[in-house]
């Protein structure tokens, strides 16, 4: 059973390009949640979708930063003219439809030259 | 908001002893509380969790508990490892959903053999 997929596992971009971090939910779970983790620092919650919808964004930066998890393939989490603040490791969890524990990814290192 | 606090950053401990991480939480109407344990490079992992009907919960070697009459939660690892050495995070669900966690900043965790 294959646990929750993200890629890639490290991201290098300069100032100003797109920075695309994907990920695939463990089979079964229709929730996504995305999360950033600064160095040193715990993980701050940024989205929650599920399949076509986004759910609660409340964490999400206002802007640069988007987040989709279509019908068919993984949940994306896009950001847009990157900047050195946004590297950090974004990690992606996924759970089934009922409450319960998050399972989460190995995460995206983002990095910002 | 809600807030999640450890006590202390950092916790060395000799192999075969018992170890206890702590941490405090600031929502009295919070009915459900997460262990996470995180080693370098990967994601968070599920460790334990406990509901707030509960004043303890027990799993292989990892004993929760929790006071709601001050807000504290502790994680005990019985005869701890090596293996163990890692960061260690609680976290407590905001809102309706129990994937938007509030993790606290962690406790590092170092086993020395």
């Known amino acids: 059973n294959a646990g929750v997929m993200q890629n890639p596992r490290h991201l290098v971009r300069r100032r100003g390009q797109e920075a695309r971090l994907r990920c695939s939910p463990m089979?079964?779970?229709?929730?996504v949640y995305w999360y950033r983790q600064l160095p040193e620092e715990g993980l701050k919650f940024m989205v929650y979708?599920?399949?076509?919808?986004?759910?609660?964004e409340s964490g999400m930066p206002k802007e640069r930063f988007s987040a989709e998890f279509p019908k068919e393939g993984p949940s994306i989490l896009r950001i847009q003219q990157v900047v050195r603040g946004d590297s950090a490791a974004y990690f992606c969890a996924s759970s089934p439809p009922h409450n319960s524990p998050l399972h989460f990814g190995n995460g995206t290192r983002l990095t910002v030259t | 908001g809600e807030s999640v606090g450890l006590h202390l950053p950092t916790l060395s401990v000799q192999e075969g002893d018992n170890s206890i991480i702590n941490c405090a939480y600031s929502n009295s109407a919070s009915d459900y509380f997460i262990w996470y344990k995180q080693e370098s490079g990967k994601g968070p992992q599920f460790i334990i969790d406990i509901r707030s009907n509960m004043d303890k919960r027990q799993g292989q070697r990892v004993t929760v508990l929790l006071n709601k009459t001050v807000k504290h939660l502790s994680l005990q690892i019985a005869a701890t490892q090596p293996g163990d050495s890692a960061v260690y995070f609680c976290a407590v669900p905001g809102g309706t959903s129990y994937g938007k966690l509030t993790f606290g900043q962690g406790t590092i965790l170092t086993v020395h053999p």
């Open positions: 089979k079964g779970h229709s929730h």
């Open positions: 979708l599920q399949k076509e919808n986004i759910i609660d």
